[in-house]
Each structure stands twice: as structure tokens, then as C-alpha cells.
């Protein structure tokens, strides 16, 4: 199966899906392919990737109807590959891969007003590596590290201005030592 990196554009998105019926389960096929320059919505982990052919499949509405959590299908197996989830705007809440239904690779949450809240990643839905939550004027609020979803190595956190406020040191799980703050 041939894969395609995409950008698309968040604007386009939302006109795309209004443009389903927006009841749960709805879904449709969508030729990615054609359709990326002007269709779905950014893809902004690298490396990732939808198949050229994938539905769209609305998961879960608002109580206006408007699609809460969107699945991308792919086509020739059913599975779903990637999610998008959007606050009550229309605006994109989350978004990251699936493999088997559970969350895998890189995951971004963004503020409402667009700018990225946290970028962690996964491995068979648990967490997996590092994650950085941001303020929303775009400096570090704080870097942690998981190893199978539990704590592993030196979390950091920092003002809003990018000053260090404390350090803990996990190993599996367990704090080794703390310096600045108490356990966040």
C-alpha cells in the first residue's frame, strides 16, 4: 500500500466534515490522494502517515451535531490509523496514529486559539518517551518521561518565562531525588 505525507489545512477540514451527516458512525470514503491539498486538516507529525485511500468515520458529535472525535480508516483493512479531536469551535483539540484502536507514535493536544498545549508520544497506548506541556505563550511549563506509562528519568518544570522552578528524577516509577518543587 503506496502511503502519502500530507498537509492539509484545519480550515478545509471542518467544511469537509460539516459537509457529512454529522450522526454518529456516519462515514465516508474520502481519496485522500486528491483531496489532501484542500481537504482534512494538518498532519504535523513527521513521518506519519494516512493511506491513500482512507474514510472518515465521525466517532462522537456535540449535542449541535457537529463532530467531537473523527477516525481515519484505511480502506483496505478497516482499521483505524489516525484520530482528530475537536473542541466544541470546530477548532482541533488532539490529534495523533492508532494502530489496533490504541493511541501509538506521536500525539499533539493544541490550545483553542491553535498554539500546541503538549506533544507526547505512545506505544501501544501507553506512554512512551518524553512529553513537554507548554504554556500558551509557547515556553516549556514542564518535560516528563515515561517508560510503559510509568515515570522514568528527569522530569523538569519551568515558568512561563523558561525559568527552571525543580527537578524530580523517577526510575521506574519511584522518585530517586527532587530538587526545586515537590512532586507535580
Avoid at 489545512?9 to 471542518?14: D, F, L, R
Avoid at 502517515?49 to 472518515?56: D, G, K, L, Q, R
Avoid at 498545549?117 to 505512545?122: H, Q
Avoid at 522530569?155 to 527552571?164: A, I, M, Q, T, V
Wanted: a negative charge; aromatic letters at 12%; hydrophobic letters at 35%.
Amino acid at each position: 500500500m503506496k502511503n502519502v505525507k500530507i498537509i492539509l489545512v484545519i480550515t478545509c477540514a471542518m467544511s469537509l466534515l460539516t459537509a457529512f451527516s454529522c450522526n454518529n458512525n456516519k462515514s465516508q470514503t474520502v481519496d485522500v490522494e486528491n483531496n489532501a491539498k484542500d481537504a482534512i486538516t494538518p498532519l504535523v507529525m513527521q513521518g506519519d502517515s494516512i493511506p491513500e485511500t482512507a474514510e472518515i468515520k465521525i466517532i462522537d458529535t456535540f449535542d449541535t451535531g457537529e463532530p467531537m472525535k473523527i477516525h481515519f480508516i484505511n480502506s483496505h483493512n478497516s482499521d483505524s490509523v489516525y484520530e482528530k479531536q475537536y473542541y466544541r469551535t470546530g477548532k482541533l483539540f488532539i490529534e495523533g496514529a492508532l494502530i489496533s484502536n490504541l493511541r501509538t507514535g506521536k500525539w499533539v493536544a493544541y490550545y483553542e486559539n491553535g498554539k500546541i498545549w503538549s506533544v507526547g508520544y505512545f506505544e501501544k497506548g501507553l506512554k512512551h518517551g518524553s512529553s513537554n506541556v507548554y504554556y500558551d505563550n509557547g515556553q516549556v511549563r514542564y518535560t516528563k518521561n515515561y517508560s510503559n506509562d510509568v515515570a522514568e528519568g528527569l522530569w523538569s518544570f519551568y515558568d512561563d518565562k523558561g525559568n527552571l522552578l525543580g527537578e524530580v528524577m523517577y526510575e521506574k516509577g519511584q522518585i530517586l531525588w527532587q530538587k526545586g518543587t515537590t512532586e507535580q
